[in-house]
């Protein structure tokens, strides 16, 4: 069965700590990882694409790691801000079909307090 | 930003009543989606379009009914609301069926039904 699992469930960090967040995957045959950022009354926003062939992403002070090989996905926050608080999504795309399909984690809340 | 809206942003309403969520994209994008989500749960695909006159139902069992007359515009349709749809709707549009492009959501709709 399909499925993406991300942990931590939530997160509370002090302003201006780094932190790591967590996604596995089953997914296969795989085409894409993507993390998504959710603020609180908004609609997700993509921060970073991984594809198969890429290790290291970098967008500012978020960092995604992919592992193909165990199915592991990790996004880095460096430096945290308060506009960091948020709903992080790992989102994964198959390629077993014409039209491909999404397959969504629970997210991790992340709380940065001052 | 993207370019993708969606009202009602609240809407608290009796069971029993019709509702139509708006969901409206001025990108030209084919792909458009509609999600169901609650907190702490992953985005459930209710019905998805990949053009005019093209809809299908998508993985969640639902009552709802979508349209697609127009490429800009994917009004989602609940003929009697009752307290289980209670939840937040959000709408995505996309250029690519394979998801290398990201989807673009909306701020979504908090629908209350008491």
């Known amino acids: 069965k399909n499925q993406v699992e991300q942990s931590p469930q939530s997160l509370i960090i002090l302003e201006g700590k780094n932190c790591t967040l967590q996604?596995?995957?089953?997914?296969?045959?795989?085409?894409?990882l993507r993390w998504y950022k959710q603020d609180t009354g908004r609609g997700p926003v993509s921060l970073t694409i991984?594809?198969?062939?890429?290790n290291t992403k970098s967008n500012g002070r978020y960092t995604a790691t992919l592992d193909a090989d165990t199915k592991q996905s990790s996004l880095h926050i460096t430096a945290s801000q308060l506009s960091d608080s948020a709903s992080y999504i790992c989102?994964?795309?198959?390629?077993?079909?014409?039209?491909?399909?999404?397959?969504f984690g629970r997210g991790t809340q992340l709380t940065v307090w001052p | 930003e993207a370019d993708i809206y969606q009202t009602p942003r609240y809407l608290v309403i009796g069971t029993g009543k019709k509702i139509t969520l708006e969901c409206s994209q001025t990108?030209?994008?084919?792909?458009m989606y509609w999600y169901q989500q609650d907190p702490g749960m992953e985005l459930h695909l209710i019905h998805y379009?990949?053009?005019?006159?093209?809809?299908e139902k998508g993985d969640l069992s639902s009552e709802s009914t979508v349209s697609r007359i127009r490429t800009e515009h994917f009004p989602l349709t609940l003929e009697s609301a009752r307290p289980s749809h209670t939840s937040q709707y959000l709408c995505?549009?996309?250029?690519?069926?394979?998801?290398?492009?990201?989807?673009?959501f909306g701020n979504g709709t908090r629908l209350t039904v008491t």
């Open positions: 995505a549009s996309t250029t690519d069926s394979h998801y290398n492009s990201p989807l673009h």
């Open positions: 996604c596995n995957y089953t997914v296969s045959p795989f085409s894409n």
């Open positions: 991984m594809t198969f062939s890429e």
């Open positions: 989102v994964v795309s198959d390629r077993g079909s014409t039209l491909g399909r999404l397959y």
């Open positions: 990108m030209g994008h084919d792909k």
């Open positions: 379009s990949y053009g005019v006159n093209s809809t």
